[in-house]
């Protein structure tokens, strides 16, 4: 038993549709690609394991950092403390006002940026950090 197509060739029986066919081409590319993303994962690193040092071991946050408060109030900090925490050392009481950085009380200028000492974290900088 054969079948016509519409270019009038015949095709036995057995043969698939045209959509069938096209539907089974994507499954297996599909299966394929599938495959192929399995393969390459077996050459990266597992989940979890970083792939370079953590900032403290490449020395960014390991650099002490002089920052001067309003009235001369100074302190050392690392690149990446909370910056509360350092206020806090330094004796230097901001204006606080919701705490999650969202009213803008506690802001303050750091070397002409505007920070919020409430949720903004110290910058890696090799010079003193002057807040006004």
């Known amino acids: 038993v054969s079948l016509a197509t519409s270019r009038g060739f015949q095709c036995p029986s057995v043969c698939v549709s045209s959509l069938q066919f096209a539907m089974m081409a994507r499954i297996s590319t599909f299966f394929l690609l599938a ?24 020395g960014q946050m390991s650099m002490n950092i002089e920052v001067v408060f309003p009235g001369g109030k100074k302190t050392t900090a690392k690149a990446g403390e909370p910056f509360k925490n350092v206020a806090a050392r330094a004796g230097f009481k901001p204006t606080y006002g919701c705490k999650q950085g969202s009213c803008g009380a506690c802001e303050i200028k750091v070397n002409g940026k505007k920070v919020r000492p409430c949720v903004a974290k110290v910058p890696a900088s090799n010079k003193p950090l002057v807040a006004v």
Not at 40 to 50: D, H, M, R, T, Y
């Open 35 to 58: 495959l192929l993303i399995s393969c390459v994962g077996a050459f990266l690193p597992p989940k979890g394991l970083a792939t370079r040092a953590p900032a403290q071991q490449r």
